[in-house]
């Protein structure tokens, strides 16, 4: 797999994954989302460089104008309910993509130390030999991004995968490194080193889905 960390090269996405981070500025729901889409616009944009582009010749009311446009087949499939934000900045910048959603959380049985990953729901077009991006913002320890996957293979064999998140654990770097095609990519605004016994990236930012949506209440 190849990992493309973006913070490896300071740029005005630093003040985005700062804001996301900061306890006080989160507080705004609003602004926490409006972030995450705009970290998403800047994956996709870097993300776009890597992909297919053929020649076209454009009508001007003046003249003609040659230039490349994208050619691959994207599907885009965010993990609800997290994944939405980052879905729309990504949306923005493919905004031919197919769609596709699928539900994937943590089931706690015997402590908090202990999970499986649950998917429910799943509504997916054809994968066949198109392009996937699977985006999850928070990138912990993997297995959401494993998992979500394996849901997904039964809806055809994809060209190529590209991941996307905002933000990940070292160990669940390592976790789909090991997991998905080596020719795969993982796009990634921000690693943090630790992951924490219950599975939280240290120091990461809380929980996504509640930041974005407001709090839950756990079954």
């Given at each position: 797999?190849?990992i493309h960390n973006l913070s490896?090269?300071?740029s005005?996405l630093?003040t985005?994954i700062?804001?996301?981070?900061d306890k006080?500025i989160?507080k705004?729901?609003m602004r926490?989302r409006?972030?995450?889409?705009?970290i998403?616009e800047?994956l996709?944009?870097?993300?776009?460089k890597s992909l297919?582009?053929?020649?076209?010749e454009?009508e001007t009311?003046?003249g003609?104008f040659?230039?490349?446009?994208l050619?691959n087949?994207?599907?885009?499939?965010?993990?609800?309910r997290?994944?939405?934000?980052l879905?729309?900045g990504?949306l923005?910048?493919f905004?031919?993509?197919?769609n596709?959603?699928?539900?994937a959380?943590?089931?706690?049985k015997?402590?908090?130390?202990?999970?499986?990953?649950?998917v429910?729901?799943?509504?997916?077009?054809?994968l066949e030999?198109?392009?996937?991006?699977?985006?999850?913002?928070m990138?912990a320890?993997?297995?959401s991004?494993?998992?979500?996957?394996?849901?997904l293979?039964?809806f055809?064999?994809p060209k190529?995968?590209?991941?996307v998140s905002?933000i990940?654990?070292?160990?669940?770097?390592?976790?789909?490194?090991n997991?998905?095609?080596?020719?795969?990519?993982?796009w990634?605004?921000?690693?943090d080193k630790i992951?924490?016994v219950?599975?939280y990236?240290?120091?990461?930012?809380?929980?996504?889905?509640?930041?974005?949506?407001g709090?839950k209440?756990?079954?």
């Amino acid at each position: 797999m190849y990992i493309h960390n973006l913070s490896d090269t300071p740029s005005i996405l630093n003040t985005f994954i700062s804001e996301i981070r900061d306890k006080t500025i989160q507080k705004d729901s609003m602004r926490f989302r409006r972030n995450i889409e705009r970290i998403g616009e800047i994956l996709g944009y870097e993300m776009s460089k890597s992909l297919n582009f053929n020649a076209y010749e454009i009508e001007t009311p003046l003249g003609t104008f040659n230039t490349k446009l994208l050619s691959n087949d994207i599907v885009l499939c965010s993990i609800l309910r997290a994944g939405v934000p980052l879905h729309n900045g990504l949306l923005n910048y493919f905004d031919t993509a197919e769609n596709a959603f699928i539900s994937a959380y943590r089931q706690h049985k015997h402590n908090p130390e202990s999970f499986e990953i649950i998917v429910e729901y799943l509504a997916c077009p054809s994968l066949e030999g198109k392009t996937l991006i699977l985006a999850d913002p928070m990138l912990a320890t993997g297995q959401s991004m494993v998992a979500t996957y394996e849901a997904l293979k039964p809806f055809g064999n994809p060209k190529e995968i590209h991941l996307v998140s905002v933000i990940g654990a070292q160990k669940g770097v390592d976790f789909v490194k090991n997991n998905f095609d080596s020719n795969s990519h993982l796009w990634i605004a921000s690693i943090d080193k630790i992951l924490n016994v219950n599975g939280y990236i240290i120091p990461g930012l809380g929980d996504a889905g509640d930041l974005a949506f407001g709090n839950k209440l756990q079954n």
